[in-house]
């Protein structure tokens, strides 16, 4: 009776902006918006206790995911333990990693050898054979919230497997299916549309439509030709996907990445990404969660330049997205390793302080993606750089091309027309720990882990979530044996989603070893962020000029406390001449004390400076 009435005044809450945003998508279609919010209170009530209660702890502090507590980690299921019930065996180990985020990479069903990793999915309510099932699922997020972790799983949302019920009957040729997603008779239309629309996968899926002989018609399908795209002109769609998605969250899952989210509205004469009704279906997804699960949190997927990031938060009044990948901060930093110069990441940090506070960024080195070069040419044109031959210098020296470069990764969707390309590889070889260990140079080895604890280091200082990719807190490498697997070989993102070293992994105990000195490095880092409240969200944050285009210096001020973080992408030693001439500071890592003026650092080295400040005595020190 009391869920009831919670129901209720939530439902009563929102219900006029979820219809006028359905009208505004689907004139005239008042039985389907009747019919999903008769479902929606089904899904409620099918919600269990314990996350209804979770619900409404998280409710009572919407701030929840806000703080400096929370760090992630992201794994494949199969590539981590095997299955679902490996991965619950293993908690032990990921909490040691001091991880209480986990992003499980797709694991429902999916067809082998044409699964692109899992996001072609084929059955969004089974989990993929050999990992698992719905009731593993279940029991690893119980186990998980009963350790304070919680759990987050992609929504493959934009498109289904060819395999999947619907893509079958439309096959089949059954009207109502094929309007579920974009079939046409002929190529007419696919030929406007390819005018407009850019391609995703060049040169391992060129183009956006796929001749389908069973049914003799062309579909969409601007990923992969096993990925058909989903019409979400058709309410049926929408409906139906969002029920797929409440029905997962209702496994206990605590945050939503919604994949590809730009993409998911097709208009012709565009490019088909980032249109109006986009915001408008997120914006319904949101409000839905908001009603039925307040506790879930949605994460887009916007894999571009930032003025087309940002809206995805929506406004402060009409919020779509709780947190979004700061993916151009990632990209940026790789450039500033492969140049050794820092004034485009320099940029890119005020640019990020200059938004505001609420927003919640998902902070990362790499992920299970490749690395693609949407930097700020616009910006960079005043030093010179153009777009091509920068990307070309980039690819060069992160694949080891470059004298000189210690880098060891691999070009993907590589155009030989354009000369545009793509970047693979883990972060332990991309930034020199692969070559450096393979040639038993000790004192290279030293200085690379000294670059892969910096870069951990600055990733860690940058406000919002922190997400390790799985492995690379033991400095896993490149994972060559995919050029071996016909069903791999011509997807080089592969090459950084090996299987878990646990060999590796073990070596972590051996004092000295390199995976002991990554591992501890990390986990020393992840202690100081969660411990010094300057790290939280709610701290100012500003760069500072290091007069050194080669030094990264930004300070964060907040909760009586003043961080000057300053990382060291030269490859020399260097002294840098900032000038916080406030006090004695104590480098938080090795408890050495300096001031804020001409501070030497070692090549690649970070610093962590840290100056207690009494709020009510203007920032005058006390310690
Ligand atoms: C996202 C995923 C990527 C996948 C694509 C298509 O960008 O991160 O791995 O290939 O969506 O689903």
Redesign the pocket.
Known sequence: MEYCREYEKRFQKYYDELKWLYCELYENRMPEFEDLCGQMYGWYQSRKKGLKDLDRIRSKNPAWYKGNNIAGMMMYVDAFAGNLDGVKRHLDYIEECGINYLHLMPLLDSPEGKS??G?AVSDFGKVREGLGTIEDLEGLAEECHKRGISLCLDF?M??TSEEHQWAKRAREGEREYQDRYFFYDNYDLPAQFEKTVPEVFPTTAPGNFTWVPEARKYVMTT?YPY?WDLNYWNPLVLNGMIGNMINLVNKGIDVIRI??VPYIWKQLGTNCRNLPQVHNIVRIIRIICEIICPGVLLLG?V?MEPDKVVPYFGSVEKPECHMLYNVTTMAATWNSVATREVRLLHQQMEAVSRLPKEYVFLNYLRC??DIGWGLDYQWLKQFGIEETSHKKHLNDYLTGQYPGSFSRGELYNSDPESGDARLCGTTASLCGIEKAVYEGNEEETDRVIRLNFMLHAYMLSQSGIPVIYSGDEVGQENDYSYHDDPRKQDDS?YLHRGDFRWDLAEKRKERGSVQERIFNGLKKLEEIRRLYPVFGTEAEVRAVDTWDDSVLGLIREGAGEKLIALYNFSGLDKVVWINEDDGVYTDLVTGKEMEGKAVEIPAYGGYWLLRKISPDKGGAAVL
């Open positions: 692109d990793g996001y493959v934009n498109h990923f990925q994949d590809a997927e894999v299970h993606d993102r």
